[in-house]
């Protein structure tokens, strides 16, 4: 059986936890978007992690974990994951890198910041863009490079040459050098070298065999490079569109899609955001969610669940079932809102607009709720929710399609409800 866990809002949906707790079961993990933009919070046997590239199945030791090549890896940060992981259960996880992944390498970093883009749009300064934009242009480094040096050389010789020649001015460019960096990507990568290679393959194998296969998603459908809020996306393909083409086999099949929505609306960085609150609502989300971005430590902008753009993310995932998380955040509000449609020059849209300056426009409408006053950190059965908690989860559910098979009421595993127990 394979689940792919799909973010349907603008990231920070709560994947880490759902994607560990499913990871529990699954012989196979695959990351394959994104890179160390991604920060996913995972809290195992007590203890919390905040990652950024390693695939939940990490923490299980019998679990193969593959970074499939639709990546960007930032070998240093890889690295530091596997061994803090290694220390914590006791033994190095076992680790597949796609050849054909891309390296983040420490020029691109400074790119975003020489070029100003990183401010621009509030990135995570990770190096993503200016990666992404290096294979698309053919001028990247892969994984598979590392088991060339040669090669290796002779690429970032060329590499770093022309980008010389486009920074003349830059003595952090200027400083760059061809033979150091390939010692020092070498020496960064060290063990896990010997981890690349033969992704694709190994994921074909264990569908194939039916194994328990689960799909990482990182960022979320609204960040997707092609269908997000453009110009205000991250640089790949969040969707479930996007999976088969990182892992290199056309249309895997995938029975489950379970899509991971808040029940609220939260975005870090800069873009259209129709639902946003900026008051003492939105800082009250900000403050019980602890809406503080796991790479960046930035605050995140919160407003109410906005249907529309979810109904959107639904469709484009082909999402079977949902989980819903952070509802226990709502806890206290007199009443909760939902965002139903936009309002557009005189005009009620259920439609997200593929433009993100149309989306500047559009203004919320909401349909109003009751609130509810009691926590709900402790409840093990939807049955057991206050009759306004279930009335909320009902109306989410006929406004998409879709069921909501897991609710969260807390960070730590144990504070999770499943549909049906
Ligand atoms: P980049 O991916 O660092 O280029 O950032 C592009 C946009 O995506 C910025 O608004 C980031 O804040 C946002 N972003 C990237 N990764 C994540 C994530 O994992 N969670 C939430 N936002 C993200």
């Known amino acids: 059986m394979a689940t792919a866990v799909l973010g349907l809002q603008w990231g920070d949906e709560g994947k880490g936890k759902i994607t560990h707790l499913l990871a529990r079961e699954a012989d196979m993990v695959v990351r394959f978007n994104g890179g160390p933009n991604a920060g996913h919070t995972v809290i195992d046997r007590g203890v919390k992690f905040g990652t950024h590239l390693v695939p939940a199945g990490v923490f299980y030791p019998d679990t193969v974990n593959v970074l499939a090549g639709g990546m960007v890896i930032d070998l240093e940060i890889l690295r530091e994951e596997v061994e ?3 220390a914590h259960i006791g033994e190095t996880p076992e680790l597949l890198i796609a050849e054909n992944a891309h390296l983040i390498l420490p020029y691109h970093r400074l790119l975003e910041e020489l070029e100003g883009s990183g401010a621009h ?20 480094v892969r994984a598979g490079d590392l088991l060339r040096p040669d090669r290796l050389a002779k690429r970032l010789e060329w590499r770093l040459d022309l980008l010389k020649r486009q920074w003349p001015e830059s003595e952090e460019v200027a400083k760059l050098d061809a033979v150091q960096l390939t010692e020092d990507l070498l020496s960064v990568a060290g063990p896990l070298a010997a981890s690349i290679g033969g992704a694709t393959a190994a994921i074909a194998f264990a569908l194939d065999e039916k194994r328990n296969v689960l799909f990482e998603g990182a960022q979320g459908t609204l960040l997707d490079v092609d269908h997000g809020t453009y110009p205000y996306v991250t640089s790949s393909a969040t969707t479930y569109a996007g999976l088969g083409n990182s892992i290199g086999i056309p249309a895997p099949v995938v029975s489950q899609r379970l899509g991971v929505v808040k029940a609220y609306q939260t975005r870090v960085g800069a873009g259209p955001f129709p639902t946003e609150l900026e008051d003492e609502i939105g800082a009250g989300f900000q403050q019980r969610g602890g809406e503080f971005g796991v790479t960046t430590g ?16 639904v469709a484009l995932n082909g999402v079977t079932d949902l989980a819903l998380t952070k509802i226990d955040v709502l806890s206290g509000c007199e009443e909760v809102r939902v965002c139903r449609a936009y309002s557009i ?9 593929v433009s993100a300056e149309v989306l500047e426009d559009c203004r919320p409408v909401y349909d109003v709720l009751p609130g509810w006053r009691e926590s709900l950190g402790e409840i093990g059965s939807l049955c057991d929710l206050p009759e306004a908690a279930t009335a909320y989860v009902t109306h989410i559910e006929e406004a998409v399609g879709v069921p909501i098979e897991i609710v969260s009421v807390g960070p730590e595993p144990e504070a999770t409800i499943y549909r049906g127990l």
């Open 84 to 86: 803090t992981v290694a």
């Open 298 to 313: 930035r605050p995140r902008r919160c407003g109410w669940l906005d249907l529309v753009a979810l109904r959107y993310a």
């Open 345 to 353: 020059e005189g005009e009620e849209i259920e439609r997200f607009p």
């Open 121 to 140: 749009f509030g990135t995570t300064r990770r190096g993503i863009a200016p990666t992404y934009r290096d294979k698309a242009a053919k001028v990247g």
